[in-house]
């Protein structure tokens, strides 16, 4: 039984590997990558340049070696740069710039992020039902535990899901909404907090 369920862990794995365009691992290194619409990138070591994403391509960044551009293989990625309807998924590993534009969205949850840049809009009109309103509508969420920003240094510190702490320089750019506006933060509640909310449904109940 155990065999059967390792060979189907493995055909699973294979199987979801299989579904990219590109898979980049260990001692795997690009220059320069760009992926067109309707492609895809797995990453999960090693490390490249440039990671250009145009339309409506996805990219899924678990993990890089660590960042050194100076020899080869290179670990991490340089700059990662999105445009049009482009999706970043970012958990792990280390990229010194994520430059986004236009209608691209990313899920940051991990890894070490130098800088980020973001060229959009963080509000946008609503026009049914009336009358028309002005609504918040983020292209990034990052997943934490704590998070604070200095609005003078326009440093983003916190803590991630898995207790690693980031430190990220947020860029402006002129014309559009500042990057903090650009941001919606999904707080991960500590195990303590969970286990008093589900004992306060239990009390709930008990009444």
Known sequence: MKKLALLISLILSASAVASYTYVITDEMDFFD???????SLLMT????????????SHATIQ??????????PRGGIERISASSYAHLDFSGGEVYEINMGN???AVLSGGEIKRLRTGQTAWQWQYFPEPPVLIWNPH???IVKDWDYNTTSKIL????G??????????????????IDNIKFTIIPEPATLLLLSLGG????KK
Do not use: C, H
């Open 33 to 39: 990558l760009t992926l067109n619409s309707g492609q």
């Open 202 to 205: 239990l009390i709930i109940r």
């Open 140 to 142: 990034v969420e990052m």
């Open 63 to 72: 993990g890089t070696a660590p960042y050194n551009q100076e020899i080869f």
């Open 45 to 56: 070591g090693g490390g490249g340049g440039l990671l250009d994403l145009t339309w409506d």
């Open 157 to 160: 510190t916190g803590i991630w």
């Open 103 to 105: 209608s691209v969205t």
């Open 162 to 179: 898995n207790n690693s702490l980031f430190n990220i320089q947020l860029v402006n750019i002129s014309g559009y909404s500042p990057t």
